[in-house]
T-cell receptor
Framework: AQSVTQLGSHVSVSEGALVLLRCNYS??????LFWYVQYPNQGLQLLLK??????LVKGINGFEAEFKKSETSFHLTKPSAHMSDAAEYFC??????????FGQGTRLTINP | DVKVTQSSRYLVKRTGEKVFLECVQD?????MFWYRQDPGLGLRLIYF???????EKGDIPEGYSVSREKKERFSLILESASTNQTSMYLC??????????????FGEGSRLTVL
């Protein structure tokens, strides 16, 4: 069975600082991996996805994530946080593009 | 752009009422899903459908049923609402078959409060 663990339910960074949101997964086969973002009172929208091409994936709004098979990780980073990045972020995994399994979510707060 | 529309953003119902949550997508997607979102628990899959008139249970189907009579519409039904079903409900859709990368397209959510 697949599963996703997001380390840290809340992360707080200063504006301009590095953002690092951690995600570890378990999957019996090469996975498809996703990061979604949810702004207040909205649905989820896709930030980026890994589907067995390049291990470093670039997404929208300056975010990127690196697939590390040896560490079973898919951490999300952004070099410089902006106030508009405040949201909840979800990591998700699927096996051969079947239904997604989501992590618990990480709420990102940006301090001015 | 893909659009997934959920009929109600906010609902308040009483215990024991029957509740219908409607979802419509305009991208001719084969797959549709209903998730429930609760703080600290992330998104949990209630039901999904890979085709018209077809449904499969997700991880937490108890107390819910679904209907998919048309490809674009997927309804979630709470036969007798209870207070522990107070939650945010998210509908999503995706391509099926070989075009499916697993990417989901979400509606804006329906926040249900059961009193």
């Amino acid at each position: 069975a697949q599963s996703v663990t997001q380390l840290g339910s809340h992360v707080s960074v200063s504006e301009g600082a590095l953002v690092l949101l951690r995600c570890n997964y378990s999957s019996s086969v090469p996975p498809y991996l996703f990061w979604y973002v949810q702004y207040p009172n909205q649905g989820l929208q896709l930030l980026l996805k890994y589907t067995s091409a390049a291990t470093l994936v670039k997404g929208i709004n300056g975010f990127e994530a690196e697939f590390k098979k040896s560490e079973t990780s898919f951490h999300l980073t952004k070099p410089s946080a902006h106030m508009s990045d405040a949201a909840e972020y979800f990591c998700a995994v699927s096996k051969r593009a079947q239904k997604l399994v989501f992590g618990q979510g990480t709420r990102l707060t940006i301090n001015p | 752009d893909v659009k997934v529309t959920q009929s109600s953003r906010y609902l308040v119902k009483r215990t024991g009422e029957k509740v219908f949550l409607e979802c419509v997508q305009d991208m001719d997607h084969e797959n549709m899903f209903w998730y429930r979102q609760d703080p600290g628990l992330g998104l949990r899959l209630i039901y999904f459908s890979y085709d018209v008139k077809m449904k499969e249970k997700g991880d937490i189907p108890e107390g819910y049923s679904v209907s998919r009579e048309k490809k674009e519409r997927f309804s979630l039904i709470l036969e007798s609402a209870s207070t522990n079903q107070t939650s945010m409900y998210l509908c999503a859709s995706s391509f099926g078959g070989r075009t499916n990368t697993g990417e989901l397209f979400f509606g804006e959510g329906s926040r249900l409060t059961v009193l």
